[in-house]
């Protein structure tokens, strides 16, 4: 189970911090939302800022492109340390973003909104390395999950039975529990479940960790 925090819900002013304290507790991978006001209406991280965050993690960071210019966006990624671009699934220029990110060396995957149509995504069944579940739409922090929106996850699960599925969006500890059993192979890990709950990184990543296939004894056993 890949656990990815986002860096948009971590503290601007202490990033180096926030970052060695994540990796020290046990993230997987570093989540990066990057937004240009017109794709979605608001601004998130810049790329001058994910250059930085790739001098100070060994970890893998993956970008959630809601941009419109993606070739440029694309090869910002390229150069900035990221390993793995999200590209929406409804954008008309995903096709030719998709080819653009393999040919620069970085993963591709599909943010698929709670409103997309499920079968659109057939002809991308051989292209992509990764899918983005969203339980929210796109473009700010702090929301609640669309309503009925995680019984999508087994039909994504059908569509695309040998790729990881990360969760998005209003990922709580019982959203972790329920959508891992359901298919999902990661999370990223925002204000519902990780930040500002008053509690150590590491205490969080540990319990939510347990979570994983409860029913195995020794998992249970581990985490008391």
């Not at 925090?5 to 990057?34: K, V």
């Not at 579940?133 to 929106?149: E, K």
């Amino acid at each position: 189970m890949n656990l990815s925090p986002s860096l948009m819900c971590a503290d601007p002013g202490h990033f180096a911090e926030e970052i060695a304290f994540l990796e020290a507790a046990g993230a997987d991978s570093f989540h990066i939302d990057i937004m240009d006001g017109e794709f979605v209406s608001n601004f998130a991280l810049s790329w001058a800022e994910v250059a930085k965050f790739s001098t100070m993690t060994s970890l893998p960071l993956e970008a959630h492109l809601m941009v419109r210019n993606l070739s440029v966006h694309i090869g910002f990624a390229a150069s900035s340390g990221v390993k793995l671009v999200y590209l929406h699934a409804e954008h008309p220029d995903v096709l030719r973003g998709l080819k653009r990110a393999h040919m620069l060396g970085l993963q591709a995957g599909l943010a698929v909104n709670p409103e997309t149509d499920i079968d659109t995504l057939r002809p991308f069944v051989d292209m992509v390395d990764s899918i983005l579940m969203m339980r929210v739409r796109p473009g700010f922090a702090g929301q609640s999950a669309v309503s009925d929106v995680d019984g999508r996850l087994p039909l994504l699960r059908s569509l695309f039975p040998n790729t990881p599925i990360t969760v998005d969006g209003a990922v709580t500890p019982d959203t972790v529990a329920s959508m891992n059993r359901m298919g999902a192979s990661g999370f990223v890990l925002g204000t519902s479940a990780l930040f500002g709950k008053g509690k150590s990184y590491r205490e969080i990543f540990r319990d939510l960790r347990c979570l994983k296939n409860p029913i195995n004894q020794k998992k249970l056993n581990a985490c008391e």
